[in-house]
């Protein structure tokens, strides 16, 4: 890993090996209130945390891998059963992060409304 300092203003740049891993998910860039998370399952950590304010609605999880969801959650709030049908949308009251256990590939989609 070398250091080079050759700006004159005493900063050092790094250039060494840098870790890439597999694409752990996020929020999709989208207009309006209509958002959508993306959790992938092929990384190599899925330590990314990402959250899901107040007041958004849950309204589907879509599913784009392999095996089933054995629990969805933001925060303590279950989402499991966000199909997409108006009757099943859940509601977050306290902001937390989304957590999905089971699928052991591919992508989960989460879409939620959210109007700040």
Same mark, same amino acid.
């Given at each position: 890993m070398g250091f080079e300092s050759n700006t004159g203003l =005493?900063? $050092?740049?790094?250039? *060494? %090996?840098?870790?890439?891993g597999?694409?752990?998910? =996020?929020? $999709?860039?989208?207009? *309006? %209130?209509?958002?959508?998370?993306?959790?992938n399952f092929d990384g190599d950590a899925l330590d990314v945390k990402s959250s899901i304010p107040a007041g958004a609605i849950v309204t589907e999880i879509v599913d784009f891998f392999t095996g089933t969801i054995s629990a969805a959650t933001v925060g303590a709030l279950d989402i499991s059963a966000a199909n997409g049908a108006v009757a099943n949308y859940a509601t977050v009251v306290?902001?937390?992060?989304?957590?999905?256990?089971?699928?052991?590939?591919?992508?989960?989609?989460?879409?939620?409304l959210y109007v700040v």
């Open positions: =005493g900063v $050092a740049n790094h250039y *060494g %090996a840098r870790s890439t597999g694409f752990k998910g =996020g929020e $999709a860039p989208s207009a *309006g %209130a209509e958002k959508e998370i993306s959790v306290t902001a937390g992060d989304l957590t999905i256990t089971g699928p052991t590939a591919g992508t989960a989609v989460v879409k939620y």
